[in-house]
Structures are given as C-alpha cells and as structure tokens.
DNA sequence: ATGAAAGCGCTAACAT
DNA sequence: ATGTTAGCGCTTTCAT
C-alpha cells in the first residue's frame, strides 16, 4: 500500500471512485453518513490527493509565481511576506522566481510561465519600457497578471505602485526646510518609473520653492558599483555648500555614507542626506539618514488580492475599462540630527 | 488554435504523438531531420508542455519547497537567493512556504507535502525538538529533505549549519580581550539549537578565561517584544560595570542599543555589544555594533545542493551510514569603536 | 525510425 | 444517492 490514490480508497470503502471523489469535495449529491465514512478512511490512511491530477483535470494549479529582480532588498521580503499572508489563506502556493535584474531572465522566465503552471503572476518588472511582448502574450493566454513597485506603464495590467512624486517632493522638501542650498538626486537609472517619479517630485519641489536651477544638481550613478562610487564621490569634490542629497535608492545613500567617511565630509553638518529605505533596522540605527520607507507588505498584500480578484474573474465579461491602480504612500521618518 | 499541446502539433506534422514526444525530448530513436522538423514547429507554435500532465505521468514535479519562519529576515533572504541560484541552473522551480514560527504552521505544510506536489524540501525549522513527527512522514513518503540552519538533530536528514559554537566562542573572546568584566548572554528561547550552540560557545569562553561565574549572565527575553524590552532594561538597570553583551539574534541587539538611547547608557563607553546580524547594511551604518554575519548565501547553495544530490539519489541503495552535515563558518566585524 | 495504445490520478458529465 | 466512463496532456512500453 504504497501511495494511496482515490481509486484504491474507493475500494477499501466499497464506493465508486467518483462517489469518493464528490464525497471529499463536500457534494450536496452525497449524503452525510457517507461523507463521513470517506472522511474519516481518508483520514486514518492518510490520503492526499494528487495535485498533478486535479491541476491537469481541472486546468488550474492554484498557484501564482512572483517574479522579482532580487529578494536580498528587504522591500521584496516584506512584499513577498504581504502575498504570502494572502495566499495562505486563499490556499494558493507561491512560486519565487529572480530575474537578478536581467530583463532577458524576465522574459524567459515569464514565456515560460506560459505554458500553464500557474494560474496567475506577481511582477516587479526588471525590464525597459521598450520590451513588452512577454506581457502581451500573458494577456493573450489569458493569464492575468499585477505589477507592483515597478510597473510597465505601456501594459494594460492592474498595478500596486507607491506614490513616488508625493514621497519624492516631500523628501525635497523636507530638505528644502532644513537650510539645504544645493540639491542633488542620486538616480540608478532613467529606465525605472519609479525612480523616474521619484525625480518628478524632487524638480517639482525644488520649482515650487523657486529654487535656482543652477543649484540642482541629478546624478545618475547607475547600478554598476565601482562606478557609482567615483560618480558620487567626482561630485561631492568639491563640495557644494549647504548640499542635500535626496537618493532614489538605498544602496546609494549607503555609498555617499561611506564616501563621506572617506573624504571627511560630516554628516548632517556638511551634508544631509534622505532617502528611500526599507531596512527599518538601517533606519532606526544610523542617526544621520532621513528615510522614506515604502509600505511594502501591504503592496505585497494589496497586489496579491488583485491578481486573485483576476484568477477568480477569468472567463467572466469584464467591463472594466479603467483597470484597478492602488497607489500607497510610503511614511517619511525623520531623524532630528538631520536638522543643521 | 487556442492552446497547443502535442495531439495538434502531432497533426499538424503528420506524425503521431509519440515519435514528437521523444523528438522534444531528444529520443536516439528518432533521426535528425525529423527533430529538428518538431522543434522548429513547436518552436514557431509556441508550443509549451503542459508540466502537470508531465509531472502526474513521470511522477516528478522539477519543484522544490522552502519551508522558513520567517522571509523578513535578510538572512532567508540571502538563503532563498542561494536556493534560487541553484534551483534556477537545474530547471527546478521554488515553492516559498513561511511558518510565522508556528510550529503548528510547519507541521500542516510538511503534511501537505507529502501529496508529492515537491521532489523534495528544505527547511529551516520552527519545531521545538519534541515534535518530529512529520519529518518522519517524510522519510516515510521518500520526500528527500534538508535542513538548513535551524536543523532538528533527533530527525536522521542532512544539515547545513553555521558553526555557531564557534562564533560563540570568538565573540566572547572578542568582549574579554575587550576587558569587559561583566557578561551577558542575550537568548530568544532555550528551545532553538542555533541559539544554544551560541551560548554554549559563549559558556566555554568565559570558562577557558576563567571569568568568575556571579559575572556571567543568561538573559532569557523570550520572542514577545514588549516583554523582552522590558526583561533587557530590567537587566541593565543597575548597569554591570563593563558589561560586555553577546546578543545570540540582531533583532535583541537593536532592543538593547534602542534601550540604552532611552536610559542613557553610552555604547560603547559603558557598554558593549556583538551581535549576530545578517543586515550588511546595519552592520555597516552603525558604528556601535560588532557583527558575526552567517554565510547565508552559501548556506541556501549547499542546503540546495545537497537536496538535489538526494533527489537524484531517491531509489538508489545508499550506503550512507553518516549523513552529509555541512557546517559553514560565520565572519566575525569588528568595527573600531567597540574598542573601550 | 515511427506508431498505437495504455495509463498516471483525478473530475464531471451523464447515466441509473 | 451512487456508479460508469471519458478524458485532461503527457510519457513509455511494446509493436511494426
């Protein structure tokens, strides 16, 4: 009696296989006495059904894949964290999957998503806005699909975003308030919207206070490290007097910390630095970072109830013409050593 | 044309299913030609095997679980990034399961898993030793499976570990040569082996220096927090002199510097810290903190590899009379400042 | 070198 | 209320 199956369970029971079958899925067809018979032999052999068979009967895996650039930041910890807490309950499995940034990893991990294995998918999406196709085909095979944290703004796909323009002015201007004469945004890239609206925020500040464009200084720094580093450090010398550095991204803020150290430049004295942060313990422990941390497991959350809002509409007319797009706000702590 | 699958590609060809089976599969049976005829059909198709239909006919799902207690941790998250690395070069797939640290949470999915819906599982485990129950189903069912970090020693299943009897001991050594007098143990629960090995490094230490045992305290803060804030604060209040603290988790480290802030108590002045901690970036930003970091990228590859080495062995006669237990070395940062 | 056919374990439409 | 049966899409044994 190796593995238990339906078939061999229906035998032991003196019942036809489907008789079983109904009966375990609680059928209105089956009478209770029954019901509970199978139950309980079910039970006590310690039956489990095999997913592979009702997956391929059913069409249906009860699965959802998340597919992220990097798992290592804590956001997508958390968010991972926020899907995880609704698929439990839902009983849906989750599937990680890295693309390590790589947008031709995204791509061929998401084809490969076509064929069927999961019944819907998780994107922070790792490419450029000029390649789509993948996504298309998602929506072509009919399997449905949310971004969260970075969207491709060119698919029509419900999306989980935090409002970047609102956490990036507030940084800014939070900066503004604090005596800064000069301002510098540290981006990774001009390929990410995020960081993109990010920006949008900083000049958007900056424009309200009227604030001389020649004191506005955008880094791109990029994501290759060596590099990043002689970029921020080339324009930290010399230094511009007053500088507040508002950095798109964490790691960057942690290079410009170090170089500080580096080339004696204090922190908050010389220079103030906010930026985006979802390591609370970071946050909490270094007295010099204002940060602004994204509400990472209610995205998770959030984009999780979405897709399987999707899952669950499949095959149903849908007249949504404005597709859902929930924006969360990310909570700015300020440290006081921030202030000059 | 909705969805493919082999039947039509089979029509579509003029063959029968079969020979384009072992075409796609790359048979010896089948000639060249003939192969590359399929494969550049299924390819313009966009053909895609239905992988349930797959894994119920060969029994074998290319899927493996991760079963942890918690993902907001960057250590599992560096773990996962060294499980996906390898999972993602042998075309496996990775099924992500969080126990919140509910022992009862870990039972029902490894009860789950024994459905075969994985070739095998990973786990770092939330169980307290009297609870193996369901680890022996598994060794039962022929589920191969790998511990990794919080390994339970009474379950006969490979184990990736950090030697943490070792940076234990380093730590502590660390404090003496420090000239801490006083020495304090930070422990979450008495129930999790990691945790007691670190102690009993920590024991040995202060036993080999011949520390005078009224020095030597074992703070037990428990994993409810406001409690342990309370039973860390109760502890410093009157401070020791000297007191050098080994915290066995981050999480009661960053409790105890915040505690220090509110109580006035000057790191590293009056008080020293080490701490285990997977967070580079804290380790980095914070100044008062030395930091034992585990090698949790390559603890999630040799977990991983491990695992797959026992799916590939399932069936086999294994001789194995000593199971592989692999024990990986923490790194020891010692920053400056912690110097008195 | 290719094909026919059985069957993995389950579900569901269709009897009875 | 219970049973019979076809078939989901694939792999594989056994012909030819």
Redesign the interface.
């Known amino acids: 009696m190796e593995n238990m199956n339906i078939k061999k369970l229906a035998k032991e029971l003196n019942l036809s296989v489907s008789t079983v079958s109904k009966a375990l899925h609680d059928s209105y067809e089956i009478k209770a006495e029954t019901k509970e018979k199978v139950l309980a032999l079910a039970k006590q052999l310690?039956y489990?059904?095999?997913?592979?068979?009702s997956?391929?009967r059913r069409n249906s895996?009860k699965?959802i894949a998340v597919v992220i650039p990097?798992?290592?930041?804590?956001f997508?910890?958390?968010v991972?964290?926020g899907i995880?807490s609704i698929a439990?309950e839902l009983k849906y499995?989750?599937?990680?999957?890295?693309t390590h940034e790589i947008p031709e990893k995204e791509e061929q991990i998401i084809r490969?998503l076509?064929?069927?294995?999961v019944d819907g998918i998780l994107i922070s999406s790792s490419g450029t806005s000029n390649n789509n196709a993948h996504y298309h085909?998602l929506v072509q095979k009919g399997i449905p699909f949310v971004f969260f944290d970075r969207a491709n703004f060119d698919v029509d796909a419900p999306r989980v975003t935090t409002d970047d323009y609102q956490a990036g002015f507030q940084a800014t201007e939070h900066l503004i308030k604090s005596q800064c004469k000069h301002f510098a945004f540290l981006s990774l890239s001009n390929q990410m919207s995020a960081i993109n609206h990010r920006k949008d925020g900083f000049l958007a500040a900056l424009k309200q206070y009227q604030i001389e464009p020649s004191h506005v200084h955008i880094i791109e720094a990029g994501t290759d490290e060596t590099l990043s580093f002689q970029i921020i450090r080339d324009f930290l010398q010399p230094l511009p007097v007053s500088l507040g550095i508002f950095s798109s991204v964490?790691k960057l803020a942690?290079q410009t910390?170090?170089i500080c150290k580096e080339i004696d430049i204090m922190i908050p004295k010389q220079l103030k630095i906010i930026s985006f942060s979802n390591?609370p313990?970071?946050a909490?422990?270094?007295p010099a970072?204002s940060t602004l941390t994204q509400p990472a497991f209610s995205i998770g959350k959030e984009a999780a109830l979405l897709l399987f809002q999707s899952i669950k509409n499949k095959g149903k007319i849908q007249p949504i013409t404005t597709l859902p797009n929930v924006v969360l706000k990310s909570t700015l702590f300020i440290r006081e050593s921030t202030k000059m």
């Open positions: 310690n489990q059904p095999n997913p592979f068979a997956s391929l895996s699965t990097e798992i290592a930041h804590n997508f910890s958390l991972i964290n995880e439990e499995h989750v599937l990680i999957y890295i490969h076509l064929n069927g294995r085909e964490e942690i910390y170090h390591l313990t970071a909490l422990l270094n970072l």
